[in-house]
C-alpha cells in the first residue's frame, strides 16, 4: 500500500486551517447549517445532483435514477448519509458518503461522491464548511480513510481538495456494467 505523502504534521495543519476556515464562515452567516439529509429533502437534492451531473463528463442527468439512488442512501443509513448545508430557505449544498470496508487498512473507509456547492453559493467558503464537517464525522466514527473521484478537468475541484489533504493515487477507477444492454448514463 502506497504511504500517504503529505506528513502527518502538514495534514493535521491543514486540518485545523480549515475547521478555523469553516467556523469563521458559519460565524458570519448564523443562518446556515450542516445536517444529515432527510427523505424530505430528495427533491432539493435531486435538483443539485442533476446540476452536478450536467458540469460532468461521463453522466448524463437523469432525475429518476438520480432519485432512486439517493432514497437508496436515505433508506438504509447504514450504507452511507447524506449531509446537506441549508439556510432557513434552501439546501443549497451537498455530500454523499458511502460506506465500505478496505481489507488493507482493516477498517470501514469512505467513498466521497456527489460533493456540490450551488453557484450562487460558491467561493464563499461553504465548500470548506461541508468538508470540515465530513472530516469530523469521518473521525468521529473511525473511518480509516475517504476517497474521493474528480473529473480529469475538473481542475478546480481538483486544487480545491488537493488543499486539505486529498492525494491523487496510483489506482484508476474502471467499471463494468453488470447487465448487457443496461443503459450506464455515461457517455
Known amino acids: 500500500m502506497a504511504a500517504n505523502n503529505i ?14 476556515r469553516a467556523e469563521r464562515t458559519m460565524d458570519s452567516n448564523p443562518s446556515v447549517r450542516v445536517e444529515p439529509a432527510t427523505i424530505e429533502d430528495l427533491p432539493e437534492l435531486v435538483e443539485l445532483l442533476t446540476d452536478l451531473m450536467e458540469l460532468q463528463g461521463d453522466f448524463i442527468p437523469d432525475r429518476n435514477a438520480h ?13 452511507g448519509r447524506i ?11 451537498m455530500v454523499n458518503l458511502l460506506f465500505t470496508i478496505s481489507t488493507a487498512l482493516g477498517g470501514l473507509v469512505i467513498l466521497m461522491e456527489d460533493f456540490i456547492i450551488h453557484p450562487n453559493h460558491r467561493g464563499q467558503g461553504y465548500g470548506e464548511v461541508l468538508l470540515d464537517y465530513v472530516f469530523e464525522f469521518a473521525d468521529k466514527k473511525d473511518f480509516k480513510r475517504i476517497t ?4 480529469k478537468i475538473g481542475s478546480e475541484a481538483q486544487n480545491f481538495f488537493s488543499k486539505v489533504g486529498f ?3 496510483s489506482m484508476i477507477p474502471m467499471r463494468r ?11
Open 7 to 20: 506528513p502527518a504534521s502538514d495534514l493535521a495543519e491543514m486540518s485545523a486551517d480549515l475547521s478555523d
Open 67 to 79: 432519485e432512486r439512488g439517493l432514497a437508496l442512501i436515505l433508506e438504509q443509513p447504514n450504507r
Open 83 to 93: 449531509f446537506v448545508l441549508r439556510n432557513d430557505e434552501q439546501i443549497f449544498g
Open 148 to 151: 474521493l473521484l474528480t473529473d
Open 167 to 169: 492525494e491523487y493515487s
Open 177 to 187: 456494467l453488470t447487465k448487457p444492454g443496461q443503459e450506464d448514463q455515461a457517455i
